[in-house]
């Protein structure tokens, strides 16, 4: 995709989508999704990383940098193939996702769907799962067996395994694919499902001018394969346990900064090697998405590095970050690169020297601009062009929270400047994003819906099943919703003009 284009688009999370199985896929939701975004003119469909879940359902601490959530595999699609049969389904929550019940269900499915494949799957099936896990190979082997060693263990860390195992001396990790070889060839059909699914999803909403944006967390997590895979590309001790973590320090929002836990990356070794790993990750985001944002992007510039014995982020320094010298590499193997940078937060000279040298789009968001005067820069009319305009991410509150808890300055000047009230505030920050010179637009759908806080996907740092388990239904969306938001788009120059329908 080509980002200098003047276009808008959605954001919702595979997860969020409707769906009979108690959590939104790639199945025929989706499709109809596309179908959607495409009637009302939006060119972009944005997601939350695609990667497993982890810890607190969160899709930012996965146990794989590479690898696909089992969550999203369409159970429909392997119905069709004969693999699997699905006489009774449990009446899911259609508003939240269950993750505590949702998981097993699903993944019972999936290890009755390989069964039905490992009985009747056609030749071709087979030479098609082999060539593809060849292809997948570099992350693959090491993503699989890292699955069947946990699930042999009972899902504990991969630090408290075995000492072969925990520091992949030669003969066990021999022995061990041997042993959990038919749990290892599960998770390779899992990902291969997810792939192919994945894929023509992907084909269909190019189709139909809609882009796909992914979302890639700077970090990984600890418990994850890639850290069992390469553990001195991070700084850990002997027992495999991190020296520093990641996080950022406090703010006004945060007496004690935000202690993330995720092992900090040895940007030394990494550099010995051209930043291979880093260039394999970006080329597997390059295969699922047409352009993706990397979250926390000021940690290439700087990062701030937290002992690993303090329970807060109050004890962090700031180290350097790889800088522009990791974008150079990457872009030496893969070309041109189609990132977004989320610079949200503390943005220093050395984040805007690293965002002027690699010339990515910048984030800017319409709730943040009615606390000052007219100079504030997230304020549309002082944008400019190579930008990416929310109304407000997964983080934030949907327009409707936001108005509930603003001061009544905000209220007025977002008034004022946007010529909307309480009733319309939703569409009054949606238009204002609209017309602001950034090329690229993007509106939570619970925006487009106009929905309140309840609807919100994410309150960070806080606990509990409200964390990304939210979902939208077909009923709420109706015909309106699709035709203002075709009109405000249209009328921007970011969606087909023919929607306006005015008169000759």
């Given at each position: 995709?080509?980002?200098?284009q003047?276009?808008?688009?959605?954001?919702?999370?595979v997860?969020?989508?409707?769906g009979p199985?108690?959590?939104?896929?790639?199945?025929?939701?989706?499709?109809?999704?596309?179908?959607?975004?495409?009637s009302?003119?939006q060119?972009?469909?944005?997601?939350?990383?695609?990667?497993?879940?982890?810890?607190?359902?969160s899709?930012y601490?996965?146990?794989?940098a590479?690898?696909g959530?089992?969550l999203m595999?369409?159970?429909?699609?392997?119905v069709?193939?004969g693999?699997?049969?699905?006489?009774?389904?449990?009446d899911?929550?259609?508003?939240?996702?269950?993750f505590?019940?949702i998981?097993?269900?699903?993944?019972?499915?999936?290890?009755?769907a390989?069964a039905g494949?490992e009985?009747?799957?056609?030749?071709?099936?087979?030479a098609?799962?082999?060539?593809w896990?060849a292809?997948?190979?570099?992350?693959?082997?090491?993503?699989?067996l890292?699955?069947?060693?946990?699930t042999?263990?009972?899902?504990?860390?991969?630090?408290?395994?075995?000492?072969?195992?925990?520091?992949?001396?030669?003969?066990?990790?021999a022995?061990?694919?041997t042993?959990?070889?038919?749990?290892?060839a599960?998770?390779?059909?899992?990902?291969?499902?997810?792939?192919?699914?994945?894929a023509?999803?992907?084909a269909?909403?190019?189709?139909r001018?809609?882009?796909?944006m992914?979302?890639?967390?700077?970090?990984?997590a600890h418990?994850?394969?890639?850290c069992?895979?390469r553990?001195?590309?991070?700084y850990?001790?002997?027992?495999?346990?991190?020296?520093?973590v990641?996080?950022?320090?406090?703010?006004?929002?945060?007496?004690?900064?935000?202690r993330?836990?995720?092992?900090?990356?040895?940007w030394?070794?990494?550099?010995?090697?051209?930043?291979?790993?880093?260039?394999a990750?970006?080329?597997?985001?390059?295969?699922?998405?047409d352009?993706?944002r990397?979250?926390?992007?000021?940690?290439?510039?700087g990062?701030?590095?937290?002992?690993?014995s303090?329970?807060?982020?109050?004890?962090?320094?700031w180290?350097?970050?790889?800088?522009?010298?990791?974008?150079?590499?990457?872009?030496?193997?893969?070309g041109?690169?189609?990132?977004?940078?989320e610079?949200?937060?503390?943005?220093?000279?050395?984040?805007i020297e690293?965002?002027e040298a690699?010339?990515?789009p910048?984030?800017?968001?319409?709730?943040?601009?009615f606390?000052?005067?007219g100079?504030h820069?997230?304020?549309?009319?002082?944008?400019d062009?190579?930008?990416?305009?929310y109304?407000?991410?997964?983080?934030n509150?949907?327009v409707?929270?936001?108005?509930?808890?603003?001061t009544?300055?905000?209220r007025?000047?977002?008034?004022?400047?946007?010529?909307?009230?309480?009733?319309?505030?939703?569409?009054?920050?949606?238009?204002?994003?609209?017309?602001s010179?950034?090329n690229?637009?993007v509106?939570?759908?619970?925006?487009v819906?106009?929905l309140?806080?309840?609807?919100?996907?994410?309150?960070?740092?806080?606990l509990?099943?409200h964390?990304?388990?939210?979902?939208?239904?077909w009923e709420m969306l109706g015909?309106?919703?699709?035709?203002v938001?075709?009109?405000?788009?249209?009328a921007?120059?970011r969606?087909p003009?023919?929607?306006?329908?005015?008169?000759?």
């Open positions: 995709m080509d980002l200098t003047r276009a808008s688009g959605v954001l919702l999370h997860t969020s989508l409707p199985h108690g959590i939104g896929d790639f199945g025929p939701d989706a499709y109809r999704f596309v179908d959607w975004l495409a009302a003119g060119r972009l469909w944005q997601w939350l990383p695609t990667t497993p879940i982890g810890p607190g359902n899709p601490q996965s146990v794989s590479f690898a959530s089992p595999v369409a159970l429909e699609p392997l069709e193939r693999w699997l049969r699905l006489d009774t389904v449990p899911f929550d259609a508003s939240r996702v269950d505590g019940r998981v097993p269900w699903r993944m019972d499915r999936l290890r009755d390989f494949f009985r009747h799957a056609l030749a071709s099936d087979r098609a799962l082999a060539e896990q292809a997948q190979a570099h992350w693959l082997d090491d993503y699989t890292f699955m069947a060693l946990e042999a263990h009972g899902g504990q860390p991969w630090w408290t395994w075995d000492d072969g195992l925990r520091r992949r001396l030669k003969k066990p990790l022995a061990a694919r042993q959990h070889a038919a749990e290892i599960f998770w390779a059909w899992v990902q291969w499902c997810f792939d192919t699914q994945a023509a999803l992907k269909y909403a190019n189709a001018d809609v882009h796909l992914g979302d890639l967390p700077i970090f990984i418990h994850s394969a890639d069992w895979a553990p001195e590309l991070y850990l001790d002997e027992q495999c346990q991190p020296t520093v990641a996080g950022v320090p406090p703010d006004v929002f945060t007496a004690l900064g935000q993330w836990g995720n092992p900090l990356y040895r030394d070794k990494m550099k010995k090697e051209d930043f291979a790993w880093w260039s990750r970006i080329r597997r985001a390059m295969d699922q998405a352009v993706f990397i979250d926390h992007f000021r940690g290439f510039a990062y701030y590095e937290i002992p690993a303090c329970p807060t982020a109050v004890e962090g320094t180290k350097p970050g790889p800088g522009k010298a990791l974008f150079e590499a990457i872009e030496r193997a893969l041109p690169l189609p990132i977004i940078a610079d949200l937060g503390l943005v220093t000279p050395d984040v690293l965002l690699t010339g990515f910048r984030m800017k968001i319409v709730q943040f601009a606390g000052d005067d100079t820069e997230f304020l549309p009319h002082n944008y062009p190579n930008t990416v305009v109304t407000g991410t997964h983080d509150d949907t409707r929270g936001w108005w509930a808890t603003a009544p300055r905000e007025e000047y977002a008034c004022c400047y946007m010529a909307c009230g309480e009733h319309d505030i939703h569409w009054g920050m949606i238009r204002a994003a609209a017309n010179v950034s690229l637009a509106f939570p759908l619970q925006d819906l106009g309140g806080p309840e609807h919100r996907m994410n309150l960070p740092g806080s509990g099943d964390n990304w388990s939210w979902r939208f239904g015909a309106e919703p699709a035709r938001l075709g009109l405000i788009t249209a921007a120059g969606g003009f023919e929607l306006l329908k005015l008169p000759a």
